[in-house]
């Protein structure tokens, strides 16, 4: 059975990091990519980052570049947002999914809450 | 960015009769090699989402043949053949052709 297990999110101040994870059991971690959506509270969905299996390639949306970083340690299974310089409007669920070959986001974690605020 | 948008935004539906979402995106959303990355997700209330369709018309493990995909290029459609209790929550549309990977606004579905 494929788990996504999201973790790390919490009350952040403006400007300050978090670094959520997302650990994963139930399939060869290293043959997808992994993705992070975020949802704001009463909100709708909102890709944030994608990487590839290996790592290698990472891809972020444009209000995330350069604060947030996104990367997998596949000998353990476990996807990682880095979060940086965090904004009131960063306040969501982040979301971990597993990104499959048909262009689907196969399974999702159950969401870690961020939230922003001074 | 490609931009999904969803009519109905609100469906309020009757248990057992059909119910049909349309998505459409700003521009066509063939990829280079073929292929239309279009899916359907749902959102029950207090839940992640779920895949229910990929690539169009393709329904994910597990999910009802009461659920299906259709269209082409901009414009696709999510039908319900018979609404159950179960049903009841949030849809999306999103493509996955091209990066920013983009939702629809979300389209909700109550009885």
């Known amino acids: 059975e494929v788990q996504l297990l999201a973790s790390g999110g919490g009350l952040v101040q403006p400007g300050g990091s978090l670094r959520l994870s997302c650990a994963a059991s139930g399939f060869t971690f290293s043959n997808y990519a992994m993705t992070w959506v975020r949802q704001a509270p009463g909100k709708g969905l909102e890709w944030v980052s994608s990487?590839?299996?290996?790592?290698?390639?990472?891809y972020y949306t444009d209000s995330v570049k350069g604060r947030f970083t996104v990367s997998r340690d596949n000998s353990k299974s476990t996807l990682y947002l880095q979060m940086n310089s965090l904004r009131a409007e960063d306040t969501a669920v982040y979301y971990c999914?597993?990104?499959?070959?048909?262009?689907?986001?196969?399974?999702w974690g159950q969401g870690t809450l961020v939230t922003v605020s001074s | 960015d490609i931009v999904m948008t969803q009519t109905p935004l609100s469906s309020p539906v009757t248990l057992g009769q059909p119910a049909s979402i349309s998505c459409r995106s700003s521009?066509?959303?063939?990829?280079?090699?073929?292929?239309?990355?279009l899916s359907w997700l749902q959102q029950r209330p207090g839940q992640p989402p779920r895949l229910l369709i990929y690539k169009i018309s393709n329904r994910f493990s597990g999910v009802p043949d009461r659920f299906s995909g259709s269209g082409a290029g901009t414009d696709f459609t999510l039908k319900i053949s018979r609404v159950e209790g179960e049903d009841v929550g949030v849809y999306y549309c999103m493509q996955a052709t091209q990066f920013p990977h983009t939702f629809g606004p979300g389209t909700k579905v109550d009885i």
């Open positions: 990487i590839t299996g290996g790592g290698g390639g990472t």
């Open positions: 521009q066509s959303i063939v990829h280079n090699d073929g292929n239309t990355y």
């Open positions: 999914a597993m990104w499959g070959q048909n262009g689907d986001y196969l399974y």
